[in-house]
Every structure is written in C-alpha cells, then in structure tokens.
C-alpha cells in the first residue's frame, strides 16, 4: 500500500491536521466575505444618513466618510483584512507545528519510543523535531518554511512592523497600489510599500501560498509518518530505532 489522503491512507496525526486547515480556509474565506459585506453595509448607511441632511450651504459632499469612520471605529476594511490575513498565517503555522508533533509521536510509537519531555515544557523544541523527523525521513526545515516561520514570528512579536532594512528586503513584496488619485489629475497613484516602519503586507494570495506551502510539506512529510506507523515490517522499524536512540528514549 501507498500514502493516500483519497483513500484514507494517511496517519492520525495528518487526518487532524487536515481538519483543522480545512476549518482555517472556511474561517478565511466566510470571515472575508461577511466583513466585506458587514463594511459595505455601513458604508451604505453613513451615505443614506448624509443624504438625508445633505444641505449644499452646510455640507462638502464627503461627510459621510466621517460617519462611516465613527461607525468602524476608525477600523477601515483594509485594516480589517490585514488582521484577519495575519491571524491565519499565524493560525496556519501553529497547525504545521502541531502536525509535526503528532507525526512525529505517532511514528515513534510504532517504532517503540517516546519523546522525553521536560515538566516545564509539554511540547520538543523546534530543533528536535526537525532532527528526528530528518531521522524518520522528511526535511521540515525547508527554506520555506523557514520563510514562513519566521513571518510567524514577526506578526506574534513585532505585529508585522518591518523593523530594519534586512526585515524589509526579506519580506517586502514589491509596490502596491493604494486607491488613491492625484487630486488635480484625478490619476491614480502608486506608491511604493514596505518601507522600513510598514506593517509588511499580506495580501490574500500570500495567506493563500502559505496555505498552500505548508500544506505540500505536511503531505510529503507525512508519507514517511504513515508507512513508518502504518506499513512499515519490524526490520524496517528496528532499523530507524538504531538511528533514533540517540534523541528519544
């Protein structure tokens, strides 16, 4: 038998994990969709509020950005989404990280090991599972995902400020186009993003590629966690476990 998500094929440990991104692509998708309409709602409004005022000699015309500001509490939409992108980017590596360790356990178990934990820290340091899992066949640690983990790592502890020049270059993601126009030619204008100070962006297809990417690592890597649990003989397992006491007991 082969790996197969098709058919089932495939550990414990992958079956939870494919849950739980599941639920993290319906929470991006339905969350998206409902605040664009919740926004567009309230925009509706503040226009409906100042048309029904609306004095020439008193008002400019634009009053009602100012109502709708009051009624998101100064929470535009594009800042909605870009809480909302980093809160699954966030979500999405901690599910990754979560898979690894139940891959990793689940394979052990088979083999006859378990990982030694210290009481003050339930779960193995990062370096460990890259190590064993190396062991039992899968590179965890590519340099994606360490692309990635350390996007992680910028939104839970810097809340995604590009800090310095090497943070910029390494996360920048080119020009974006804001909507904004010149307002003698009416043309839009375009100004470069991602200096040193921004929030580093994180547009929908980038949320959608770490989506992606972390999930193409879970499936090559669980391959290997499903036969070794799965379908490996005992020579096979007593093998691995020659290669493995070492860094688990």
Known sequence: MT???KKGLVSRSFAEWQAVDRDIRTYLSLTARWSERGYQELWNQAESELSAIFDPDVHHGDEHVGFFS?????LWPN????MLHASVVRDAVSAFEVYLEKGMDEALHAI???LRRKANRPSPEWKTMVVIHKALGSDVETDRVKHIRALRHMLVHQRGELRTEKM?????????AYPLVHRETGEPLTLEADFVGDQVQLELATVEAVLD???????????????IAWNADRAELEAISRTLKPDAD
């Open 3 to 5: 790996w197969n998500a």
């Open 70 to 74: 009051d009624k998101v509490n100064d």
């Open 112 to 114: 006859g090991l378990d």
């Open 168 to 176: 910029r270059d390494r996360f920048a993601e080119g020009p974006r």
């Open 213 to 227: 990417d972390l999930a193409a690592v879970v499936r090559e890597t669980d391959t290997r966690v499903w036969h």
């Open 79 to 82: 800042d909605y989404e870009w």
